[in-house]
Nanobody, 114 residues
């Protein structure tokens, strides 16, 4: 049994910051991913943490503004989002991959609006 939980979303103004957290409960995951999905757009990959070798990567489209941090003991990965823009508004999802199975959280909404 694996449960993935995202938190930290909310409504902010342009230029503000948010820190999203993803936690995979039940088992340590092999890989944790962050995605976002905005209405009318395709799901967009944001970041990944390959826990087995400790590597992290985030997409270049937000590389300057978004960073990730990890906690091996807690099996969590945070997404620090700075200088938020209206186009960052989306549902942000975390996914945990354990062996061949993937587990998704229900998402946390981020709305950037003045």
């Amino acid at each position: 049994q694996v449960t993935v939980v995202e938190s930290g979303g909310g409504m902010v103004q342009p230029g503000d910051s948010l820190r999203l957290s993803c936690a995979a409960h039940g088992r340590a995951s092999t890989t944790l991913y962050w995605y976002r999905h905005a209405p009318g757009k395709e799901r967009e990959f944001l970041a990944v943490w390959v826990r087995s070798n400790g590597t992290t990567r985030h997409t270049g489209s937000v590389e300057v503004r978004f960073t990730i941090s990890t906690d091996n003991a807690k099996n969590t990965v945070d997404l620090q989002m700075n200088s938020l823009k209206p186009e960052d508004s989306a549902m942000y999802y975390c996914s945990a991959r354990i062996l061949e199975a993937s587990y998704w959280g229900q998402g946390t909404q981020v709305t950037v609006s003045s």
